[in-house]
């Protein structure tokens, strides 16, 4: 079971994990263990319906604006593309903006 890894893994001091408002992050049966058997696991859960607040959101975000309205030959360019930003640093993120309505009516500040 990951927690047990975790709970192996992490001693000492507290940590803090910031997580955004999904279903699955709220489980009760998950939240019960993790104060159960981690006690020095804090949970911090961000406002509902605040993309702006959440990284995960500002990166997808960036990555959609850089990819969206092109031509791609095939998935491996595509795949490639999405390498490079991702996980080779090549994304420009703006980190200033404000995402609202995520997607097409994100307006960015």
Sequence with gaps: M????????ISGP???IILDNASYHKKKTTLAEIEK???NI???????????LNLAELLWHSAKEYISHRL??????LSNL????LNQGDLII???RKV?????AAIAN
Excluded: H, M
Aim: no cysteine.
């Design 37 to 39: 058997n981690l006690p």
């Design 100 to 104: 609202k309505n995520k997607g097409n």
């Design 42 to 52: 804090q949970l911090y859960f961000l406002p509902e319906y605040s993309p702006d």
């Design 2 to 9: 990951y927690l047990t890894q975790v709970k192996t893994a």
């Design 72 to 77: 791609f030959k095939s998935v491996d360019e």
């Design 82 to 85: 999405l390498d490079r930003l």
């Design 94 to 96: 703006k980190w200033g």
């Design 14 to 16: 507290k940590i803090l």
